[in-house]
């Protein structure tokens, strides 16, 4: 079985403050994706990787940045954290050519 | 571009009733189709896809027939359970297997004993 794990299920970080949300997957998949969740939007793509060292923009990629040094891990930062950052946020993975996606738990992660 | 229209909700239904949840959506070419799936809780999981038109996806109970004709992907049970209360995700991938999907914006099912 496949296993997404998030560095944490719930999160409350001040306004300014630099935030980190891990994503580790078990699977050698090569594709990794951070999503945020909202009421009312649905799921939205933020980044995505294909590979080490490789990423590109989703649909919503402003005030935030990733990085995947390994191919296990990507990491999404939130270089100054505001109230609209208020949200879901998910992660998933997947292997080229191949359909389904799979997900993580979450992070709900709160910024005051 | 691509997007995928489905009602917000919540859907109620009493236990063992029928289910119907519309998906129409917007691409170019010929996308591949999915529902996902949200437990409480839980992050997304696969509950069935379509990759080609007349395909039906079907899983747990679950179909549903990618109908070019109509750009629709409507999710259907006939017997829903408790157990089935969820978030209900129609997608698409437009990517050719790269895996970039656009969602739709969930559909929450309530299931009452």
């Known amino acids: 079985d496949v296993k997404v794990t998030q560095s944490s299920r719930y999160l409350v970080k001040r306004t300014g403050e630099k935030v980190f949300l891990e994503c580790v997957q078990d699977?050698?998949?090569?594709?990794m994706f951070w999503y945020r969740q909202d009421p009312g939007l649905g799921l939205r793509l933020i980044y995505f990787?294909?590979?080490?060292?490789?990423?590109e923009k989703g649909d919503i990629p402003e005030g935030y940045s990733v990085s995947r040094e390994k191919k296990e891990r990507f990491s999404l930062i939130l270089e100054s954290a505001s109230t609209n950052q208020t949200s879901m946020y998910l992660c998933?993975?997947?292997?080229?050519?191949?359909?389904?996606?799979?997900f993580g738990p979450g992070t709900r992660l709160t910024v005051l | 571009g691509n997007s995928v229209t489905q009602m917000e909700g919540p859907v109620t239904l009493s236990e063992e009733a029928f289910l119907t949840i519309n998906c129409t959506y917007t691409?170019?070419?010929?996308?591949?189709l999915f529902w996902y799936v949200q437990y409480p809780g839980e992050g997304l999981q696969l509950l069935l896809k379509?990759?080609?038109?007349?395909d039906k996806g079907s899983n747990k109970g679950f179909e549903a027939t990618y109908r070019k004709e109509t750009t629709s992907f409507h999710l259907e049970k006939g017997s829903v359970q408790v157990s089935d209360s969820a978030v209900y995700f129609c997608?698409?991938?437009?990517?050719?297997?790269?895996?970039?999907?656009?969602f739709g914006i969930g559909t929450k099912l309530q299931v009452i004993p």
């Open positions: 691409a170019t070419g010929y996308p591949s």
């Open positions: 990787s294909y590979d080490v060292k490789m990423k």
């Open positions: 997608a698409l991938d437009r990517s050719g297997g790269y895996q970039k999907v656009t």
């Open positions: 699977m050698d998949h090569e594709n």
């Open positions: 379509a990759t080609k038109a007349d």
């Open positions: 998933a993975t997947g292997t080229g050519g191949a359909y389904t996606q799979y």
